[in-house]
């Protein structure tokens, strides 16, 4: 295994953790980046967290999220890689070179294990030449996981962390997982997870049939309302609450698609913005208080 050279970068001083209330207008964070490589995996890793003491329940959250994501590299089973982090979780200098270490040795392992079953493949085919075999071990794929999850945006009534990772585990192409936006409440760090009421799905189906129209029209070319099935992959023709819980912007709420959620992975992930206003009458009483919306 040849590694690169990592680096590790502690943006903002856990000393500075006192001088920020949960409920002031900045959060102060700490930022850590790191990169690394194995033969034929490519780790990246990049975390923002509340420094301790800032924010610990949202920070708590935030660790959960970063050891869910790292440490099922490879599996969409429940089976985890590595055990999570026992130590003090206010080290962030031990609980980053933890989880690096681990998620490096385990990207490296898989990659390796698929890399070793390739050659054996290619190796034992008779179906193609010598040539056409040295071409294909030559162009090999390997591995890659570029981990991040990063303040996004910020009140002084919320803050949103984005949790968004790229993994490609030499297939066709790579994909996006991750957590998604995650919107917290500074008053006490609880995670909003509901902002519209569930029932109000089959009202509001003008509302995201319209977004999504404005999405597939972005590249100037419209499409009109009755070709947007064309696009889509619904059931019963509804279209769902994304799976992302959508998150509080300066304009609207933001909805977010997954790939292949709703559409084909060709059509990327679909995105788009609702205005307050339009969606005043489905906010839950909790996604009320957070905004500040009166009736």
Not at 93 to 103: R, V
Not at 175 to 195: A, C, S
Request: net charge negative; with cysteine.
């Amino acid at each position: 295994m040849k590694a690169l050279q990592r680096t590790l970068i502690l943006a903002m001083a856990a000393a500075a953790a006192m001088a920020c209330h949960p409920a002031a207008k900045d959060l102060k964070t700490e930022t850590f980046e790191y990169t690394d490589s194995t033969a034929h995996a490519h780790l990246s890793i990049k975390a923002e967290l509340p420094v301790p003491g800032a924010a610990d329940a949202v920070r708590a959250r935030l660790i959960d999220v970063m050891d869910r994501q790292l440490s099922h590299i490879g599996t969409y089973e429940d089976e985890r890689q590595f055990p999570a982090f026992e130590g003090n979780a206010a080290d962030s200098k031990a609980l980053m070179a933890y989880y690096q270490a681990k998620s490096l040795e385990t990207l490296g392992r898989m990659g390796q294990e698929d890399y070793d079953e390739r050659v054996e493949s290619i190796s034992e085919n008779d179906g193609i030449t010598e040539e056409e075999k040295a071409d294909l071990l030559a162009d090999m794929p390997g591995w890659e996981y570029d981990f991040s999850l990063t303040k996004d945006r910020e009140t002084d009534r919320y803050v949103v962390f984005l949790s968004e990772d790229y993994v490609y585990l030499g297939g066709a192409h790579g994909g996006i997982l991750g957590r998604g936006p995650m919107t917290f409440d500074k008053k006490d760090g609880h995670l909003v997870e509901q902002f519209l009421e569930t029932s109000s799905l089959q009202e509001i189906q003008p509302l995201l049939r319209k977004g999504l129209v404005e999405y597939f029209s972005e590249d100037g070319e419209a499409v009109r309302p009755e070709q947007l099935d064309d696009w889509l992959m619904l059931e019963g023709g509804l279209v769902p609450f994304p799976a992302w819980t959508p998150y509080p912007s300066e304009e609207g709420l933001v909805f977010t698609y997954q790939q292949y959620e709703i559409a084909s992975y060709a059509a990327g992930m679909p995105s788009f913005t609702l205005s307050y206003d339009d969606l005043r009458p489905y906010f839950t009483q909790e996604a009320k208080d957070l905004l500040g919306i009166r009736e």
